[in-house]
């Protein structure tokens, strides 16, 4: 099978997506807007071409140029697993007359306002919300919507430019700082846990199924940088949030009219005890997710996307046996990493439990803590008990300190 696989070194789970692919027996053609001598060394030997382009965002030229380079041949599958790339993606199966989402479906899964409607006509609970293209229309649609609302970019990413405004006062505040977006989301803002629900399907079938818990909610852990933000994947699905945010995933996918591949939604439990959903996307789950679900079963979900993405099957165990927190550090202080504290003494008295641990080296420049989840590194705790591993992830969040300066 010909593949071209859309940006097969970044993000960091890239390299690892095509090698699956690759080892499934695919001939993985490379697209990105990198220098082939600085893609990852995993990617390049993966690859059995690769077709550098200027940039991502002049999508028009990109499709002419893949469509001259792939001539009279034969592509059955274009793959991207990275969310700015979907639909480029969908716009090359489309030239190229490839089996897969279409435009129009990319376009559901990326266009926030778009993809309420499709959820709000099957009947299923969605924020209230309205797209915006000025200033005047922000304000109008959160007076009819009513305070608080949120507004965030219609394809943005990780609360990117997101915020919350309780009254008229917060939200012209709020706007006064924004410069850079064409065109809003205005919601009705939900209460409640957030929770994720990924899957990999075939042919509108869930083969595989995973709920993470945000501790706390992405917008809170964005918005104060001493936190130190958990993904917990859950071993037990049974419990009301996991399986009410379960049921309302399926009939998202059904209503999506999802086939084949990686999604990953979002949704909130309000106290009230109901699932409403919050937004999906048609890739995998980022920050070291996918490798947090392996963790959860020892198995491979990039070779069990790569064999459903190819061969239409699934052979990977679905069996959980822990559940398994990334906890992600943002190190006091700016500039350099000059320490790491804490370590030692968690690995004495909770080393079994810790099963991964990526923390940026002492003396290496810190990270963007607003424009990347992971910031200064990331620790993983797994525990067949799940208060057990909330308390190790708790202990990890509260007394593993990185200082830089
Ligand atoms: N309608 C809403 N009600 C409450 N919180 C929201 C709402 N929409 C977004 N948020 C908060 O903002 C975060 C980011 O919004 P989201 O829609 O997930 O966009 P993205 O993750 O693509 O930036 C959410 O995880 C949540 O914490
Ligand atoms: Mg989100």
């Excluded at 990105?32 to 060394?41: G, M």
């Excluded at 009947?123 to 229309?137: E, F, V």
């Excluded at 550090?329 to 008295?349: D, F, N, P, V, Y």
Aim: proline share 4%; hydrophobic share 40%.
């Amino acid at each position: 099978m010909n593949v071209i696989m859309l940006a097969p070194g970044y993000p960091g789970e890239m390299p690892y997506f095509c090698r699956a692919l690759a080892q499934q027996g695919a001939k993985v053609y490379g697209l990105s807007d990198v220098a082939y001598k600085d893609l990852p060394a995993l990617t390049r030997e993966n690859l059995s071409g690769y077709l550098h382009v200027a940039s991502f965002t002049d999508e028009d030229a990109v499709v002419r140029q893949v469509v001259q380079a792939v001539g009279a041949n034969t592509i059955d599958r274009v793959v991207c697993m990275w969310e700015p790339g979907v639909l480029l993606a969908a716009r090359l199966r489309e030239a190229l007359g490839t089996p897969g989402q279409g435009v129009e479906q990319a376009t559901t899964f990326r266009n926030k306002d778009v993809m309420k409607q499709v959820i709000t006509k099957a009947g299923l609970r969605t924020a209230r919300h309205a797209a915006a293209t000025s200033i005047a229309q922000v304000k109008e649609a959160a007076e009819s919507i009513g305070f608080p609302v949120i507004v965030k970019p219609i394809a943005g990413a990780g609360s990117m430019d997101t915020f919350r405004a309780g009254s008229m006062a917060e939200l012209e505040a709020e706007l006064a700082k924004v410069t850079s977006y064409d065109e809003v989301n205005v919601e009705e803002f939900i209460e409640g846990d957030e929770y994720t629900y990924d899957t990999i399907c075939v042919d509108g079938e869930v083969k595989y199924e995973n709920v993470c818990f945000y501790r706390p909610n992405p917008l809170i852990a964005r918005t104060h940088e001493w936190i130190s933000p958990q993904t917990l994947a859950l071993r037990d699905l049974s419990p009301a949030p996991v399986a009410g945010g379960i049921a309302l995933g399926r009939s998202v996918l059904e209503a999506m009219g999802f086939q084949t591949g990686f999604t990953h939604m979002e949704f909130f439990w309000t106290p009230k005890g109901e699932a409403v959903f919050g937004e999906i996307a048609a890739r995998p789950p980022g920050a070291h997710t996918v490798d947090l679900m392996n963790f959860v079963g020892d198995v491979d979900l990039f070779m069990g996307y790569a064999e459903a993405e190819l061969k239409g099957t699934f052979s990977q165990s679905t069996e959980r046996k822990y559940n398994a927190c990334n906890i992600f550090k943002r190190a006091q202080g700016q500039g350099r990493i000059t320490r790491i504290e804490g370590l030692q003494h968690l690995m004495e008295r909770y080393g079994e439990h810790i099963v991964h641990i990526d923390l940026l080296p002492v003396g290496a420049e810190r990270r963007n803590w607003v424009l990347t989840l992971v910031s200064d590194g990331y620790v993983v705790v797994r525990h067949p008990d799940l208060q057990a591993c909330m308390d190790i992830s708790d202990a990890v969040g509260t007394e593993l300190r990185l200082v830089a300066g």
